[in-house]
């Protein structure tokens, strides 16, 4: 009795051991807007990531963009593209007018090995 005791015990520990996993997994959010062909304006922020540098790529039809490396602020990053020059002076990573295509825009956040850590589409 007390082995399967401790048995049942050791794998509710390893189920909640999952669940705790999956509750801290990378989240992703990709926001775009298109404003006709006068400006196109995308951002992705992660949340849920592991300390160390990260990169966002965009991509809609063959447009595609990658920012800088940053590092991750707690377990947060923050990249924006835009085609607005007073944003891209403030720190957003330059992307035509016309960069959304298809109404559909793919966001990627990559570590520094290059390695996708996840990504989203959205339209």
Not at 70 to 99: H, L, M, R, W, Y
């Amino acid at each position: 009795m007390n082995r399967k005791h401790f048995t049942l015990t050791a794998c509710a520990l390893s189920c909640l051991a999952g669940l705790a996993l999956d509750a801290s997994a990378a989240t992703i959010r990709v926001h775009c807007e298109q404003r006709g062909t006068a400006r196109a304006r995308v951002s992705v922020d992660g949340n849920n990531l592991a300390a160390g540098n990260y990169r966002a790529i965009v991509v809609s039809g063959a447009n595609s963009a990658q920012s800088i490396a940053q590092a991750a602020v707690g377990d947060e990053v923050e990249f924006d593209f835009d085609s607005n020059p007073a944003d891209i002076a403030a720190g957003a990573t330059a992307i035509a007018p016309t960069f959304i295509q298809g109404r559909q825009v793919v966001g990627k956040i990559v570590n520094a090995q290059g390695s996708t850590v996840i990504s989203d589409t959205v339209s």
